[in-house]
């Protein structure tokens, strides 16, 4: 999960507001832009014909300069507004983004990610002939490989185009995706829905976060993770009280020796590590038990990852010392307590 969290995806999911415009949301949604743009603590504003995070499942095969007879690529083809990558923070590496300044982007300009470029083998992508079923043009950009979706999937190859008309082409799942202040985000969230209400009040203003949105593809993993959490903290404290018993029993059975040794000048210490000793090398025995049979099980459970951390040596050599420094806890009280025991009461016993 730290992994998860940490990894770069290739966009900004922070300070994300997105809101469906699905139905008659969409019809205005040039007008609601512009409007929202006015306010300070909004950095941008833009529109997708899906949520990122999902996938409209729209796998087309595309015809381009240098394919190979017979070749086949499947790629997810998706509608953008002009400003969507620039609002996402994704990174284009090859040629430009879309512009408005450039009046033949709507009709017939393709932006491909990496990963639909190095499938289709185009070498110097921009410039190059790129058409569909429905719609030809030309490869003006390549933007970096971004992980929209859960972890557990490879990147697929993407390919963008300019919505000429968002109420139509995002009539059902299209969504508008509002960059905010983190500093003013009330403000934000609230002329949002001002100007929503005001150009669209037939329709019910609803917002969600974008980072919200993304940490729902990992919900299995987090229940996972507090399930697993739960029953470490059930199994140490059965353990420990097994090992405080045990140590208790062991205790009570040489309970003369300790009284004979501490007549003959033993100290604590010495006691203590008697008593103890057993205990450590039952506890190394069992992780190294252990170790081998985690380390396949976890891996296993990592491979259904496409991106995934390592295990490194230390993880274990960490988790082992943590189980031995909880088990001399709980075994060294005892021990600590029988080793102080004065020596008369313990032979007056017997």
Not at 88 to 113: K, Q, Y
Not at 218 to 243: D, H, K, M, P
Not at 269 to 289: E, G, M, Q, W, Y
Request: aromatic share 12%; charged share 20%.
């Amino acid at each position: 999960m730290k992994f998860i969290h940490e990894k770069n995806l290739g966009f900004q999911k922070e300070n994300i507001v997105y809101v469906p415009i699905g139905g008659a949301g969409g019809t205005h949604y040039e007008t609601m832009k512009n409007e929202l743009l006015k306010n300070p603590n909004i950095l941008a504003v833009s529109a997708k014909d899906c949520l990122p995070t999902t996938s409209l499942r729209t796998l087309v095969d595309f015809y381009w300069d240098e394919k190979v007879p017979g070749q086949s690529v499947l790629m997810e083809l998706t509608g953008v507004d002009y400003d969507y990558f620039e609002a996402l923070n994704i990174n284009v590496i090859e040629g430009r983004a879309f512009s408005r300044m450039s009046p033949t982007d709507a009709a017939n300009a393709f932006v491909l990610n990496q990963e639909a470029v190095r499938q289709t083998g185009l070498k110097d992508a921009v410039g190059k002939k790129f058409a569909t079923y429905n719609k030809s043009g030309v490869i003006i950009g390549v933007i970096k490989n971004t992980n929209f979706k859960s972890l557990h999937e490879t990147v697929r190859p993407q390919v963008y185009h300019v919505m000429n008309n968002i109420a139509a082409e995002g009539m059902f799942t299209g969504v508008m995706l509002v960059k905010i202040q983190g500093t003013g985000q009330s403000d934000a969230l609230s002329s949002i829905k001002n100007v929503w209400n005001r150009i669209n009040p037939d329709v019910p203003f609803e917002f969600h976060f974008l980072d919200q949105a993304y940490e729902q593809l990992y919900s299995a993993e987090q229940r996972t993770q507090v399930i697993f959490n739960w029953f470490c903290v059930v199994a140490l404290v059965i353990a420990s009280l097994g090992l405080y018993g045990l140590a208790s029993f062991t205790a009570e059975n040489r309970r003369r020796e300790i009284g004979i040794r501490k007549t003959l000048g033993a100290d604590v210490k010495t006691i203590v590590v008697s008593l103890t000793v057993d205990f450590v090398k039952l506890v190394l025995l069992a992780n190294f038990i252990a170790w081998p049979l985690a380390w396949f099980f976890m891996n296993k459970w990592l491979q259904d990852f496409a991106y995934r951390t390592d295990m490194p040596w230390w993880i274990f050599s960490c988790a082992g010392m943590a189980a031995l420094a909880i088990a001399m806890a709980a075994v060294g009280f005892r021990a600590l307590r029988a080793a102080m025991t004065n020596p008369v009461e313990a032979l007056r016993h017997e």
